[in-house]
């Protein structure tokens, strides 16, 4: 019994670190060799359509490799057209202009995602619509579409795609726009749920969620950050809760650099005193976990094969910061997520 106990013990534990290296492979990314690729297309490949079609399908072996391909490419050398928004200019371009221009509005973006992505045989759509992007403030009604993006069928099911606001990043000055390249992966294959919250297709079917939304509901719905949904937490189910209550709170999410998923954790900012909360982190890039209460105190916790996992039960009224120690940080914690603790009501 003694040696049998031993070999449960060993498997038990075996199965354990292996699930924990499951979860922090799952971090990596998939499409390396394909991004490296596409990011070191030479000139001499992009003299047509066709030419950089055929550059970017070399090494590919699906269409949603096809698709990362020219989403990289993409991100990497068109850039956005201030000028063109800042003067109200949305020229006719073809596709093969923007390809020698290098510069495009979202309009122009999805054009040339789609041409590529035709003369690679995918199945692709652009769609237009209405995004909540800089200039949207709550309680902004749209009087026309002003976006533009793509959907790909692969394997069967239709999948979102946003380039333009994959490529960078934008802010107003003078009321003036003002982009720059800072690449956001989330916009490959984004979630329809998480989509949602920000981008409704003029045809309503094209937003592949159910039940749809109506532009007076989605001009209501929250403008949440897509942080949020990168930690982890289920888009499917904000939507859902949002469509019964918009009054409902999220926990603020930061920016941060490592690759981490919460697997677990309060999906709602508001805490309650005296309730334990169950969080979840897969996170191999942190030395430690942390939690900070209102009143600076903090309780620490360390990694499991880059595994945090730790119950809390908040006992003081105010913020709550969930933090992360990285290295090369300056010995600083950084915050990712912020919850209120509240005493709850009777």
């Not at 726009?177 to 045809?203: M, Q, R, T």
């Not at 409902?248 to 309060?266: I, M, N, Q, R």
């Amino acid at each position: 019994m003694r040696n049998l106990n031993r070999h449960f013990l060993f498997w038990a534990l075996l199965l354990l670190c292996t699930s924990a290296q499951a979860q922090t492979t799952a971090l990596a990314n998939p499409f390396e060799k394909i991004d490296a690729r596409a990011r070191a297309c030479p000139r001499e490949a992009t003299q047509s359509i066709e030419t950089l079609a055929a550059y970017l399908e070399k090494g590919t072996s699906s269409d949603l490799e096809k698709a990362r391909s020219i989403f990289i490419w993409l991100t990497q050398f068109i850039s956005y057209d201030d000028e063109g928004y800042n003067n109200d200019r949305d020229h006719i371009w073809t596709a093969q202009d923007i390809l020698k221009r290098r510069k495009a509005l979202c309009s122009g973006f999805s054009d040339l995602y789609a041409a590529l992505g035709k003369a690679m045989k995918l199945q692709i759509k652009k769609i237009d619509g209405y995004a909540k992007g800089v200039s949207f403030r709550p309680g902004t009604h749209f009087k026309e579409s002003n976006h533009s993006w793509n959907i790909i069928k692969i394997a069967g099911n239709w999948h979102i795609f946003d380039a333009t606001w994959g490529q960078g990043s934008s802010v107003t000055s003078n009321g003036l726009l003002n982009s720059k390249k800072d690449f956001d992966p989330f916009w490959f294959d984004v979630n329809p749920y998480a989509a949602i919250f920000s981008h409704l297709p003029e045809d309503s079917t094209f937003a592949l969620i159910h039940p749809v939304v109506d532009l007076p509901k989605f001009e209501k719905m929250p403008d949440i950050s897509t942080k949020y949904f990168e930690m982890g937490f289920d888009a499917a189910d904000a939507y859902r809760n949002f469509g019964k209550n918009n009054n409902l709170k999220l926990p603020e999410c930061y920016d941060f650099e490592a690759s981490l998923k919460f697997v677990t954790a309060p999906q709602y900012a508001q805490l309650s005193l005296g309730k334990t909360y169950t969080f979840e982190c897969v996170n191999p890039k942190a030395i430690k976990m942390a939690v900070m209460d209102a009143k600076k105190k903090w309780t620490y916790f360390e990694p499991n094969n880059g595994v945090y996992k730790f119950e809390y039960k908040p006992v003081t009224v105010g913020d709550l910061r969930i933090l992360a120690w990285f290295p090369n940080k300056n010995n600083t914690y950084s915050t990712l997520l912020l919850y209120q603790a509240k005493t709850a009501k009777p």
